[in-house]
């Protein structure tokens, strides 16, 4: 049985991928982790430890600070969780000698405002990311694709859109709907 971290498991995206992890056939390939609810990606040591006392042979990377608005309130905290915790669990992993695969979930946020010619967008559309948290997910993107190129990291990056459904926050427009 594997054993796979999930930064950002008490979250809505991880909580839905442990759930997951608990169904048939996948209960007998996986095992999280366990983490605390209060695990904080900034903290270097911490996530170090995580890393080490979990040896994970897969990692899924869904550690954010995801709400657009928040990101231009305190910028700098966005950065904080979003590229420098990255940076942490990059370095936790070197550290460990990890040679799993990290997947690491960024954002279809980083492409900002596609005009309606630059439609559907592809992978080969230019980012022009248009709030700090898609400038903070395209530079930690940056990062892991920096850590594969350099130190031969397995990362696959994702850039998911919205997603929405049960769980999720009501910061956010569909979910605030959904509930009144």
Same mark, same amino acid.
């Given at each position: 049985? /594997? ?13 839905? @991928? ?12 996986? !095992?999280?982790?366990?983490?605390? $609810?209060?695990? %904080?990606?900034?903290?270097? %040591?911490?996530? /170090?430890?995580?890393?080490? !006392?979990?040896?994970? %042979? ?8 995801? @709400?657009?608005? !928040? ?28 040679? /799993? ?13 596609? *005009?309606?010619? /630059? ?26 694709? $920096? ?24 910061? @956010?427009?569909?979910?605030? @709907? *959904?509930?009144?």
């Amino acid at each position: 049985m /594997g054993r796979i971290l999930i930064t950002g498991i008490h979250g809505f995206v991880g909580r839905a @991928f442990a759930a997951i992890l608990q169904r048939d056939p996948w209960r007998r390939r996986w !095992e999280a982790v366990s983490l605390d $609810q209060s695990f %904080d990606v900034r903290d270097q %040591d911490w996530v /170090g430890r995580v890393v080490r !006392e979990g040896k994970p %042979d897969a990692v899924l990377h869904l550690a954010a600070q995801s @709400f657009v608005p !928040e990101s231009f309130r305190n910028p700098r905290s966005t950065m904080e969780v979003n590229l420098l915790g990255t940076l942490n669990l990059l370095l936790a992993l070197k550290a460990y000698g990890f040679r /799993g695969r990290l997947v690491y979930v960024g954002t279809g946020d980083v492409y900002g405002k596609v *005009a309606e010619a /630059g439609l559907p967008i592809s992978e080969t559309t230019l980012p022009r990311p248009r709030s700090p948290y898609a400038v903070s997910k395209l530079a930690a993107e940056a990062l892991c694709y $920096q850590w594969h190129a350099s130190e031969g990291l397995n990362v696959i990056i994702a850039r998911p859109f919205n997603h929405i459904g049960w769980g999720q926050s009501d910061r @956010f427009a569909i979910s605030a @709907f *959904a509930r009144q």
